[in-house]
C-alpha cells in the first residue's frame, strides 16, 4: 500500500470573494516518484488549485493531508518544509547572483540571520548539479536566458528539500529544446529523489510523452485523472478540449482542426512516406481512399525516394517533392473550379 | 548730558495723547508743541485772512483752487530713511517707496492729491490717493504710536488684531468699540475691509504673493500705503517713517517736530557714549536648528549697539540683514563676550539650556549678562518692543547704555530689556 | 590616492573588480578617514596638533575644547547615526514594496511626526513658535509629540496592513496617508505669523548640529534598538526580493514581516527626523549605490554595506554643508539633494545594473 504525500479529500476549490466554486469533491493524491501534469483550458483552475494543494489558498471544503498530518494545522515554516514552488511570476530583481538565487530556497532551514551551514551548502551544490547550473553559479540572474532562468528557479525549490515539488507551467516561454530539458529534468527529479512532483502545463505533447500520471480539470468541476494512455482510450481528452472545430487524434495523440473533406483520393504506397504524404493530402482537405486498380484521382509513392505520381483531372505528373505534389493538385482543382464558374464543364 | 534730558518716569502711563513716555520732560515737549501748532495756526489763519473765501486748512477740501498755488506749504525733508522719497508739485505730492522687501522688490508709487484739486494725468501706475485721507487702517502694531504721535486716533477705523495690543490708547479704543478687527495677511477680512472702505490702509510686504494684504486689498480698488521700515538700517531711519504716514494727511509739518524731538533726543543720548574709554563685546541673536542668526555689520541692530557704547563684535561685514553663522564660529569669537542679546523668546536662562545646553558655554550665559527684549509683553505675547520701541529709538538706546554702560544713566530703569535669570 | 580611483575604475569598467572583502577594507577606512575629517573641519579652523592635543584632553585652549568636544562630536555621532538608520530604513522600504524610489518616508511617518509637533504647538497657546524657538517645557514635549505622531501613523498603517494583502496597496495607502497629513500641517502653517513660519522652513532644511550630548543619549539608544529590529528583518527581506507568492511558499509570515519592517523604518526615520528634521535622498540613494558596488541584492550583504555607506554619506554632506573654512553654510537637505540625485540617476542609467522598475 502505497503512502501518499499529499492527499486531498472531498476537496472544493474558489473562491470567497467573489463567491464562485471552481471544482468541488475531489478525491486527489500524489505519489513519491511520480510526475503528474495538470492539463485543462484556461480559467479551469489549475492554478486555483495548486495553490489551494500547497496552502497558498484556502480551500472551501474537504481536507487536505500532507503525509498523514492536516495542511491546515501547519505552520508556515512546516509548510515550507513539505512544499516548494516554481511559478511563472516574473522575477523582478536587482542584481543578484545565481548562487545567492538558489541559497534563497534554504530559507526554512536557516534561522536569524541566514547563515548558511555545511549541510546547507551541500543541499545547494547538489541542487545546482541537478540543474546543471553550477557552470553558471556566478552569474547574475538578469543576464541569463530564460531556460537557465527556469532552471536556477528549479534548483531553488530543490534547495527548499521538499518532498513535494509544485510548478506552475514551467514550459512557457521555452523553445522546444528547453521544453524538452525540463521535463526531462523533472522526470529525472521525481524518479531520483523520490519526490512527488505536480506541474500543470499547457503542452499536452510533452504531458503525453514524460508524464505518469495526468489529471484534466475540465471546466465546470469536472476531473478526470489516470495514466495518460489511459485518458486517451477513454476519450477524456476529446471530452475536455474538443469542440466543433478541434479533433483528437487518438492514433497520434494531438490535436487538430477539424476539416471539411471537399474530395476524395486513393493514395499507395508504404511506409513513412506513405505516412506523410497522407499526412498532406489531408491537410488538402482530400480523404483518403484506399487503391482499387487505376483510378482517379490517385497518387502514388515511388520506391527508393524516386518521387510522386499523380493523376488527377486527366493529368498524369510527377514530383520531386510532396510541396510540388500538393501544390500542383491544388492548381489543378482550382483550374476545374474555376472554369465551373465560368460554365464551362467536365 | 543724557541723563539730564531722561528723567525719572512716572508710574502710571498717560492716557491719549502722547507719543514719550509719561516723563517731565516730553510733558514739556507736548505743552510746546502744542503752543507751537496753535501758534503757526494763528498765523496761517492771519496770513490768508485778507483772503477769505481761499482759506485752505491742512484738514479740509479747497474750494477753488489755484493752480499756480503751493497748497504744500510744509515739505518734508527726509534725512535718515532711505525707504521713501517725495517730491511736491503744487498741489500734488509723489511719493515712492522704492523697494519695501529685499532689494529688487516691486516699487510703490503714490500720487497723493490735496482734495479739492484735479487729479494729474499721466500716473496710472500710482495709487493715487486724495489728502488728507479721512479714515485709516493700520495692520501692524509698529504703526500704532505713528498713528497716536500725529493725532490721528479719531481718524483710524480698524487694525489687524485685538490680541497682542500693548498701547493704552488702542486699547482704549477697542474698548470702547471705535474700530474693527481686520486681520492680516491670510487672515485679512477682504470684505469686511471693503466695507469699512478705508481711504487708506497702511501695511508691509514680504514678497509673498499668497500672504502679502496689499495685492488684495488694491485689486478691490483700497488705497494701500506700504511700509517698509523695517528694511532701515538705522533707528531713526525707522522712527522716520512718521513721516511717511504724514505725507497722507498734510502733516508733515507735526510728523517733523515729533522727528526732530526724537532725533535731538537720541542724538543727546548718544554723545554721552561717544567718549567712554572701554567698549564692552556683545553678540546677538541664537542658534536655530543649527544655524546662528546673527545681526548684520549694517543692521539696524548693529547701528544701535555702536551708538549705545558697545563692540558688537559682528560689525564688520556689510550685511544689512542676518547672517547666518555656524555655532562653532559663534562661540570661537564671543565665548567671552561680555554681553548677549536678543535671544528670540526666551523669558528665563532656564530655556535656553532646555533648548541647547550648548549656550552655557558663553561667559555671559554663565554670569547672567543676557538681555532679550521681551520685558513687555501682553497676555497674547504681544511685544510692546515693536509698538512704542519704534518710535522711541531713544529710549531703547537708554536701555542698551543702561546694559553697557550703566553709570551713564543711573537713574533710568530698563524698559524693554530685561536681564535672563 | 590610489584607493578610491581604483574604486571608480572598477566600478565603471566591471571588470577585476575587488574582492568584497578589500571592498569592505576601503570603505571602512574611508569612513574612518571621513571621522578625523569632520573632526578636524569646520567653520573655525583648528590646526591637526591642537586638534590632537584636545583629542588627549591636553589642550589649554577651553573655547577650542568645546568646539571639538561638544559641538563636532556629537554631530559626527548624529551624522552617522541618522545616516545609517535612514539608509537601513530606505533599503527595508525598496524591497518591501519592490520600488526603486521608495525611501524612508514612504509610509507618512514623517509627516506623522510633523503633525505631532505642530499640534503641540497649537495646544500650547498661540504665538509660540514651531521649532527650535519653544520654551523649556515645549522643546521637551516637542520631541515626544514628534515620536507619538510618528507612532500614531505607524498604528494606522500597521492596521491598515493587516487587512491589505498587496504591498503595491499599502504603498499608495501609506503616500496619499503621508500627503494628507503634511496638507494638514500645511494649513497650520499657512494661518501662523511669519517667523513661526521661518521656523518651520528652517526646521525643513534638517540639520545634525541642533543635537546636543543629552539629546544623543535618547536619540543614540533609540536608533540602535531601531537597527536592531532592523537586523532581524534582514532573512524576510531576502524572502520577500521573489515577491510575496514566494516568500509565503518559504515559510514567510507576511504579517509578522511586514510587522517588523514597518516598527523599525518608523523607529529609524522618526526618531531622526524628530531630531534632526526631515533629510532626503539618503534613503534613497544609499541602497542604490551599495546594490551597485557590491552587485547583489543579498541583504546579508546590504544591510552592514549601507550602514556603512549611508554614514559616510551622511558625513560627507555634513562636511560639505559646513563650507570648510567660512562662516557660512549651507541647508543640509540642498546638499543630500545634490549628492544623492545624481547617485541615483547614475545607478539607474547603468543598464548592466537592472533596477527594479
Redesign the interface.
Known amino acids: 500500500m502505497r503512502k501518499s504525500k499529499l492527499s486531498a479529500s472531498s476537496l472544493s476549490i474558489g473562491y470567497l470573494q467573489p463567491p464562485s466554486v471552481l471544482a468541488q469533491d475531489l478525491n486527489l493524491d500524489l505519489y513519491g516518484g511520480e510526475l503528474v501534469c495538470l492539463l485543462g483550458p484556461n480559467g479551469a483552475g489549475k492554478s486555483t488549485l495548486m495553490r489551494t494543494l500547497c496552502g497558498l489558498q484556502g480551500l472551501l471544503q474537504g481536507s487536505i493531508e500532507i503525509m498523514g498530518r492536516c495542511l491546515s494545522g501547519l505552520s508556515p515554516k512546516e509548510r515550507a518544509s513539505c512544499f516548494a514552488v516554481v511559478l511563472t511570476e516574473r522575477l523582478q530583481l536587482g542584481p543578484f547572483s545565481v548562487r545567492d538565487l538558489v541559497c534563497l530556497g534554504r530559507h526554512p532551514h536557516t534561522t536569524g540571520f541566514g547563515r548558511l551551514r555545511p549541510r546547507d551548502e551541500a543541499v545547494i551544490e547538489w541542487a545546482m548539479q541537478c540543474t546543471d547550473i553550477a557552470a553558471i553559479q556566478a552569474r547574475h540572474v538578469n543576464e541569463l536566458s530564460d531556460g537557465q532562468r527556469q532552471r536556477v528557479m528549479i534548483a531553488r525549490a530543490l534547495a527548499q528539500e521538499t518532498p513535494l515539488l509544485f510548478l506552475d507551467e514551467p514550459t512557457a516561454f521555452l523553445d522546444l529544446s528547453g521544453r524538452i530539458e525540463v521535463a526531462k529534468l523533472l522526470k529525472h527529479l521525481a524518479r531520483n529523489t523520490r519526490k512527488a512532483v505536480l506541474m500543470s502545463t499547457h503542452d499536452l505533447d510533452l504531458a503525453l510523452s514524460v508524464a505518469d500520471r495526468i489529471w484534466l480539470m475540465g471546466g465546470q468541476g469536472a476531473f478526470q485523472t489516470g495514466a495518460p494512455e489511459d485518458m486517451v482510450l477513454t476519450k477524456a481528452f476529446e471530452a475536455v478540449f474538443c469542440g466543433k472545430d478541434i479533433l483528437f487524434d487518438r492514433m497520434r495523440g494531438s490535436f487538430k482542426a477539424r476539416q471539411a473533406f471537399s474530395g476524395v483520393i486513393a493514395l499507395k504506397g508504404d511506409g513513412l512516406r506513405r505516412f506523410w504524404t497522407a499526412h498532406a493530402l489531408e491537410r488538402e482537405g482530400f480523404k483518403i481512399i484506399p487503391q482499387e486498380g487505376r483510378q482517379e484521382p490517385c497518387v502514388e509513392v515511388l520506391e527508393d525516394g524516386a518521387g510522386w505520381t499523380s493523376r488527377f483531372r486527366g493529368r498524369h505528373q510527377k514530383h520531386a517533392s510532396i510541396y510540388d505534389l500538393v501544390t500542383a493538385i491544388r492548381a489543378l482543382k482550382e483550374d476545374r473550379d474555376l472554369s465551373r464558374e465560368n460554365g464551362g464543364d467536365i | 548730558m543724557g541723563a539730564e534730558i531722561i528723567k525719572e518716569r512716572d508710574g502710571a502711563r498717560p492716557e491719549g495723547f502722547s507719543v514719550h513716555p509719561d516723563t517731565s520732560v516730553s510733558r514739556l515737549m507736548f505743552r510746546r508743541n502744542l503752543f507751537g501748532s496753535l501758534l503757526a495756526l494763528a498765523f496761517l489763519l492771519s496770513a490768508h485772512g485778507a483772503q477769505g473765501e481761499e482759506v485752505q486748512t491742512s484738514e479740509g477740501c479747497v474750494s477753488n483752487y489755484d493752480q499756480n498755488k503751493d497748497y504744500f506749504p510744509d515739505k518734508l525733508k527726509v534725512d535718515h530713511a532711505e525707504g521713501f522719497e517725495v517730491s511736491y508739485h503744487k498741489h500734488y505730492k509723489r511719493v515712492k517707496v522704492a523697494a519695501p522687501w529685499k532689494e529688487g522688490g516691486e516699487s510703490f508709487e503714490y500720487v497723493l492729491v490735496q482734495c479739492g484739486t484735479p487729479a494729474p494725468k499721466g500716473f496710472e501706475q500710482a495709487q493715487i490717493v486724495t489728502v488728507p485721507a479721512k479714515t485709516l487702517i493700520v495692520l501692524s502694531t509698529t504703526y500704532f504710536y505713528f498713528v497716536e504721535g500725529l493725532g490721528l486716533l479719531d481718524r483710524l477705523i480698524g487694525i489687524a488684531n485685538f490680541?497682542?495690543v500693548n498701547s493704552p490708547a488702542i486699547l482704549k479704543l477697542i474698548a470702547r468699540k471705535k474700530i474693527a478687527e481686520v486681520g492680516r495677511?491670510?487672515?485679512l477680512n477682504l470684505e469686511y475691509t471693503a466695507r469699512l472702505n478705508p481711504d487708506i490702509v497702511m501695511t508691509y510686504g514680504?514678497g509673498n504673493p499668497y500672504?502679502d494684504s496689499y495685492g488684495p486689498l488694491m485689486q478691490f480698488g483700497i488705497r494701500v500705503g506700504v511700509f517698509a521700515e523695517y528694511m532701515e538700517p538705522t533707528p531713526l531711519g525707522r522712527a522716520e517713517w512718521i513721516k511717511f504716514m504724514a505725507l497722507f494727511f498734510n502733516r508733515e509739518k507735526k510728523a517733523a517736530l515729533l522727528f526732530d524731538n526724537i532725533a535731538r533726543q537720541y542724538e543727546a543720548v548718544k554723545q554721552g557714549t561717544k567718549k567712554v574709554a572701554t567698549r564692552p563685546t556683545v553678540f546677538t541673536g541664537k542658534?536655530?536648528?543649527?544655524?546662528w542668526y546673527m545681526s548684520g555689520g549694517n543692521s539696524y541692530m548693529a547701528a544701535f549697539l555702536k551708538d549705545a557704547g558697545a563692540h558688537f563684535l559682528w560689525s564688520d561685514n556689510t550685511s544689512r540683514r542676518s547672517?547666518?553663522?555656524?555655532?562653532?564660529?559663534v562661540?570661537?569669537k564671543a565665548?567671552?563676550a561680555d554681553y548677549w542679546l536678543n535671544t528670540?523668546?526666551?523669558?528665563?536662562l532656564?530655556?535656553g539650556r532646555?533648548?541647547?545646553?550648548?549656550y552655557a558655554?558663553f561667559a555671559a550665559f554663565k554670569a547672567g549678562r543676557i538681555y532679550n527684549n521681551n520685558a513687555l509683553l501682553n497676555s497674547?505675547?504681544g511685544n510692546d518692543y515693536w509698538e512704542r520701541g519704534i518710535v522711541n529709538p531713544h529710549l531703547v538706546l537708554a536701555d542698551m547704555i543702561k546694559i553697557f554702560h550703566p553709570e551713564l544713566l543711573p537713574d533710568h530703569k530698563l524698559e524693554w530689556y530685561r536681564p535672563l535669570e | 590616492m590610489a584607493k578610491p580611483f581604483n574604486i571608480a575604475h572598477c566600478f565603471i569598467s566591471g571588470r577585476n573588480r575587488p574582492s568584497r572583502a578589500v571592498l569592505w577594507g576601503m570603505l571602512s577606512f574611508m569612513l574612518i578617514f571621513l571621522f578625523l575629517l569632520a573632526l578636524s573641519v569646520?567653520?573655525?579652523s583648528i590646526p591637526l596638533e591642537t586638534t590632537l592635543d584636545i583629542l588627549m584632553h591636553k589642550g589649554e585652549d577651553?573655547?577650542?575644547h568645546?568646539?571639538i568636544w561638544?559641538?563636532?562630536f556629537p554631530k559626527i555621532f548624529t551624522a552617522l547615526l541618522a545616516g545609517a538608520a535612514l539608509s537601513v530604513s530606505g533599503l527595508q522600504m525598496q524591497t518591501l514594496f519592490r520600488n526603486a524610489l521608495a525611501g524612508p518616508f514612504v509610509l507618512g511617518i514623517n509627516a506623522g511626526a510633523g503633525l505631532g509637533v505642530a499640534l503641540v504647538v497649537l495646544g500650547t497657546g498661540?504665538?509660540?513658535?514651531l521649532?527650535?524657538?519653544?520654551?523649556?517645557i515645549a522643546?521637551?514635549s516637542l520631541f515626544l509629540a514628534s515620536i507619538l505622531g510618528a507612532a500614531s501613523v505607524l498604528i494606522v498603517v500597521l492596521s491598515l496592513s493587516q487587512r491589505v494583502q498587496n504591498n503595491v496597496t499599502l504603498l499608495i495607502v501609506g503616500l496619499i496617508f503621508g500627503m494628507m497629513v503634511n496638507s494638514l500641517v500645511s494649513v497650520l502653517i499657512?494661518?501662523s505669523e511669519?517667523e513661526e513660519i521661518q521656523?518651520y522652513l528652517?526646521?525643513t532644511?534638517g540639520?545634525?548640529?541642533?543635537v546636543?550630548?543629552?539629546k544623543l543619549a535618547v536619540l543614540a539608544p533609540a536608533i540602535l534598538s531601531g537597527l536592531m529590529i532592523a537586523l532581524t528583518t534582514v532573512k524576510p527581506l531576502n524572502a520577500l526580493l521573489l515577491g510575496e507568492t514566494y516568500a509565503r511558499s518559504m515559510g514567510l509570515s507576511l504579517k509578522s514581516a511586514r510587522r517588523l519592517i514597518i516598527m523599525s523604518t518608523a523607529i529609524l526615520a522618526g526618531s531622526v527626523t524628530a531630531f534632526c528634521?526631515p533629510i532626503g535622498f539618503l534613503g534613497i540613494a544609499v541602497p542604490h549605490l551599495c546594490r551597485g558596488l557590491f552587485r547583489t541584492s543579498d541583504h546579508r550583504v546590504l544591510f552592514p554595506a549601507v550602514l556603512l555607506i549611508g554614514a559616510a554619506l551622511a558625513l560627507i554632506s555634513e562636511i560639505a554643508a559646513?563650507l570648510p573654512g567660512t562662516?557660512?553654510?549651507l541647508p543640509?537637505n540642498a546638499i543630500t539633494a545634490l549628492l544623492g540625485g545624481p547617485v541615483i540617476l547614475w545607478v539607474i542609467l547603468k543598464r548592466r545594473i537592472a533596477v527594479n522598475a
Do not use: C
Open positions: 490680541k497682542r495677511n491670510v487672515d514680504t500672504r542658534s536655530i536648528d543649527g544655524t547672517l547666518h553663522l555656524d555655532f562653532e564660529s562661540l570661537k565665548a567671552d528670540g523668546l526666551w523669558k528665563s532656564a530655556e532646555a533648548e541647547d545646553a550648548r558655554f497674547e505675547g | 569646520g567653520s573655525v577651553l573655547v577650542l568645546r568646539i561638544d559641538l563636532r498661540a504665538g509660540i513658535t521649532m527650535g524657538n519653544a520654551g523649556l522643546q521637551l499657512y494661518f511669519p521656523s528652517i526646521w532644511f540639520s545634525f548640529r541642533g546636543t550630548w543629552d528634521g559646513q562662516q557660512q553654510t543640509l
